[in-house]
């Protein structure tokens, strides 16, 4: 079964800073992994995801995320922070099962609460 | 289009009432979804329709009844609620299910309170 755990429940950075939020997840088969942004009292909008291929992927708004198998992590970065950014960020794989059978639940991590400071 | 609508955007309701939320898309997904979510947690699943048929139900009580009546339409039936089941119900759609690389498109959510 696969798992996500987010490092931080809050970060807060300055406006034009870098942000990173840290997200490493468990599976023991190729993981599909993704980034939702849930900004206050609104739905979810997905960032960016991993499926095959290449590891650093772009995402909208300025965010990317690296898949590195080794570390068992997806961090999301954007090289420099605006106010706009401020929001609740989920780390979320998709449920495969123990032996890669495909069920498609997002399995979210915690949640890492983005301030941005001007 | 790539928008889930939903209504209402707030409801309160006390424990006696039967309310319903809906949920809309025009993408052809065959997926639909509904999550609880509480304040400060992520979202929680409570049903997925596939081809407009009951897929899963995690363990959701009867008070919450779900329907399907055609591939665009989720409604969320309300009836006797408890205090504790006010929350954000937010709607997802897919393109279908158990494709686990396929993206939920969320809707804005339903704020509900339970009094």
């Known amino acids: 079964a696969q798992s996500v755990t987010q490092l931080g429940s809050h970060v807060s950075v300055s406006e034009g800073a870098l942000v990173l939020l840290r997200c490493n997840y468990s599976?023991?088969?190729?993981?599909?992994l993704f980034w939702y942004v849930q900004y206050p009292n609104q739905g979810l909008q997905l960032l960016l995801k991993y499926t095959t291929g290449a590891t650093l992927v772009k995402g909208i708004n300025g965010f990317e995320a690296e898949f590195k198998k080794s570390e068992t992590s997806f961090h999301l970065t954007k090289p420099s922070a605006h106010m706009s950014d401020a929001a609740e960020y989920f780390c979320a794989v998709s449920d495969r099962g123990n032996y890669g059978g495909s069920q498609g639940n997002l399995i979210f991590g915690k949640g890492t609460k983005l301030s941005v400071k001007p | 289009d790539t928008e889930v609508t939903q209504t209402p955007k707030h409801l309160v309701m006390g424990m006696t009432n039967k309310k319903s939320l809906k949920c809309e898309q025009h993408m052809g997904h065959r997926a639909m979804y509904w999550y609880k979510q509480k304040a400060k947690k992520p979202p929680e699943l409570m049903f997925v329709?596939?081809?407009?048929?009951?897929?899963i139900n995690e363990s959701v009580p009867s008070r919450f009844s779900p329907e399907c009546p055609n591939s665009s339409l989720l409604n969320l039936h309300l009836h006797a609620l408890q205090p504790e089941d006010s929350a954000l119900y937010l709607c997802?759609?897919?393109?279908?299910?158990?494709?686990?690389?396929?993206?939920?498109?969320f809707g804005p959510g339903t704020r509900l309170t339970v009094l």
């Open positions: 329709y596939s081809y407009e048929k009951l897929s």
């Open positions: 997802a759609s897919s393109q279908d299910y158990g494709t686990p690389y396929n993206e939920q498109f």
């Open positions: 599976s023991s088969v190729p993981p599909y």
